[in-house]
DNA sequence: AAATTTGTCTATTTACATTTC
DNA sequence: GGAAATGTAAATAGACAAATT
């Protein structure tokens, strides 16, 4: 019997524990579910103490511990000792980013599409493969890390982007969220915490939520994760792993500097974390800086897709994996893929050995800066960002509008953008603290 | 302090704790694990009970259990009140199967390849397929479930499979493995147990295993899965789904009978088991049974994969996901995924209604005809399974000799065959019971 | 700067269910 | 068929460490 009465005491949650068939804790968990997906305590409620929720209900304080820890794993709510536990803030956002395929009369800027007729390039390509002799060949069972001669243009391709590589490190997958979902369920196991920018690609959160890996953010300056951030998060929450897109980060457009990705590399290093870059814009700069991955070849998982620099419909990724975790990931890849497409790959190779490839890129660098001309046109009196190069623009807003509101504003006018809060990373473990403002998406078509 | 003197008192296992820097628990775990893969602790080995294990050590019962239980999760040992606790007995083994790519002199004949020739039929269709004015279009963004098009020719093939389904339950998969891990993941959680023919197709062992999540062997007559053996399974296993493959199994050959698929599909509803239906190769029949999946078609995840039955280099498989778990499961395949390539997707709906599917299907079971002729002329004195039509075989081995050793021998001889130990699902709860004897799988190029 | 708040983690206790003999 | 063996799981206790005030 809780030795207090708390009629008078100011709970935010008051579960009521009655018919119980299932454990304690497991009750506990699903109540605590049930009313956070109602509704009943919204984004950002703090909950009450353990203690105090252990003496209100009766029972053992681990018992509310292992129940809150069950709604942690699920996303649901955050919790830092001395400070409390939070519903997390992006409760009931849905999470995957649809684009609306011609579905409706919305006109579709929030996801990022590469710009079409450049596929002709490609399929001109293909029409060339088609007649070799042995095109028939390539509906054999595919060899599950690809061939020696896709590898060596995989380098080739990569070496544009300023990462001189190996073929021997080279694995491939169909996408970069492929990639990307190999790598985690490869190399991370349920439980372990990855910091990621504060605002960063969503794709990454569902896949991480899926696998019950939680991702953490790192503090940032200037759009950049900080040294005291990164060593905080390794001390504090024990992050085995971090995910970061230095070139035209989606979704801010920001490009990491030098400096910083020598950082990183360095308390790679110094701190065993497995790196996940994701050079999904890289080839987009005409002069792309050196990847994080060759200060620190031997922590970094390199991502290079080629869905948003060269094809969406090319599904290939070349995933630059060192020694230590090739043969983990490249099992993952098995276990996910058997093989990427036999098909794919050699025309990702034809196509990169064959300079292709570099014609659509500066065919894709004019284009978009033509574009970004257009929007400096119509929205010149904001603050929009992003590099001539970038195929996708971060507005923004005025302080006197929130990215959710604007959205949603915009979303009636007919065009789908997608607000700062779409791309939030982790739980928001101090809402109040987190005074980036706010942002809203603006992608181009 | 120990209460006995263990001196004299026989136990498999005496780890000594010593220099603790990690808790008790985790020491333990990795103590084991060393033990285990070091080879010190053979496979069927029984380790002590936990509470002989707890006063040896002078630690408590739980800490023990927990130590197992993480070993346990890693596959590394089984359990059961009441037996005891066994070393597993595939560590050790290799569980990913690659095929020789023609690297060595090896003749392969442990990996499923289907014939070759019958992929110029597809690459004919591709060639038309390329010169089509909006061909280009194949390499934007494919929608993440597949055009209704493609639906309906999805449709349309898995009815030659006996089984009449709908669009809207169609999901589109990067291929068979592709699918069973976006189940996997999308489905079940860590922890979850999933029962399966004690000797079953590997792929889905390391998936699992990746997944964090265990293999149950459900206990069989007559190479097919009992009611008893599934009653128990749920009831003592708690198992939340099960996985089978009903036609042509992997690698038994076997088909299962109808009363056994109703079996199946009756208890499913029963027990709310999310059934993994691998329809592989179903189409192989020339009179396929209707599925499991028609029986109980809302619990039954039916998975159609085309690369046994028309092309490996076809990386797709159509999924019918009933309504209570598509949604998950096309979140699963969209964080996997994103969407399959639109060109393997059109090229699949194509040769479908073109009929040049059926035309493969007509050729490869002529050849599979033929060609286990020439196995039935070489081994004609053994016993040797597997219906005319189907595109491997297993080869049942004389009582004095080890599927193991003859895989060795094989080997040694120039010829690569996969031995059942390496299909052996779950973990060994009583190895000296599993009398199903020693089989060599031997499959068809 | 010290005391307090608060969540985390390991180990423990206890009850229980199944298998074996 | 009943006692013993054996693993499982929930609830609890207590020490600990970080964040707050």
Redesign the pocket.
């Known amino acids: 019997m809780p030795f207090n009465s708390f009629d008078n005491y100011p709970m935010s949650w008051k579960p009521a524990l009655k018919n119980l068939t299932a454990?304690?804790?497991?009750t506990i968990a699903e109540m605590l579910e049930k009313d956070i997906k109602d509704g009943l305590l919204p984004p950002g409620t703090k909950?009450p103490?353990?203690?105090?929720l252990a003496d209100y209900l009766d029972?053992?304080?681990?018992?509310i511990?292992?129940a809150?820890?069950i709604c942690?794993q699920k996303g649901l709510i955050g919790?830092?000792?001395?400070?409390?536990?939070y519903v997390s803030s992006d409760v009931g956002v849905n999470k995957i980013l649809l684009p609306n395929h011609g579905l409706s009369n919305v006109i579709e800027l929030g996801s990022i599409f590469p710009e079409n007729t450049l596929n002709n390039e490609i399929a001109a390509y293909m029409k060339k493969m088609v007649v070799e002799p042995n095109f028939g060949d390539l509906f054999r069972y595919g060899h599950p890390e690809g061939t020696m001669w896709q590898k060596v243009a995989a380098v080739k391709l990569i070496e544009k982007a300023s990462f001189k590589t190996d073929p021997q490190e080279i694995l491939l997958a169909s996408g970069g969220q492929n990639a990307i979902t190999a790598i985690l369920a490869g190399l991370f196991k349920p439980g372990d915490k990855i910091g990621t920018d504060p605002v960063t690609y969503p794709g990454i959160k569902t896949a991480a939520n899926m696998l019950g890996i939680q991702l953490v953010a790192i503090q940032q300056k200037n759009n950049e994760v900080t040294e005291e951030g990164l060593i905080?998060a390794c001390?504090?929450e024990n992050i085995k792993g971090l995910y970061l897109i230095p070139d035209f980060h989606n979704p801010t457009t920001h490009t990491m500097s030098i400096d910083t990705r020598k950082m990183v590399a360095y308390l790679a290093q110094k701190e065993d974390l497995i790196v996940i870059e994701d050079a999904i814009h890289s080839l987009l700069h005409e002069n792309p800086l050196a990847p994080i991955a060759s200060y620190a070849p031997e922590r970094v998982l390199y991502i290079c897709s080629l869905s948003k620099v060269i094809s969406p419909g090319l599904r290939l990724a070349f995933v630059v994996a060192p020694e230590v975790f090739k043969k983990k990931l490249s099992a993952a890849l098995y276990n996910i893929n058997i093989s990427v497409s036999p098909m794919m790959a050699e025309l990702a190779a034809g196509i990169i050995n064959e300079g292709v490839s570099d014609t659509i890129l500066e065919k894709r660098r004019a284009y978009s800066r033509e574009q970004n001309l257009i929007v400096s046109q119509y929205l010149g009196d904001y603050k929009v960002n992003g590099a001539p190069e970038c195929i996708f623009r971060w507005l923004v807003l005025p302080d006197d509008t929130t990215g959710k509101a604007f959205e949603l504003r915009a979303y009636h006018a007919g065009v789908q953008v997608y607000a700062s809060e779409r791309f939030c990373s982790g739980y928001s473990k101090?809402p109040e603290r987190r005074k980036n403002g706010y942002y809203c998406s603006r992608k181009q078509r």
């Open positions: 454990p304690i804790y497991a909950l103490p353990q203690r105090e029972v053992n304080l681990s018992t511990s292992k809150f820890k942690e919790a830092t000792v001395g400070r409390g536990t905080y001390k504090n101090t």
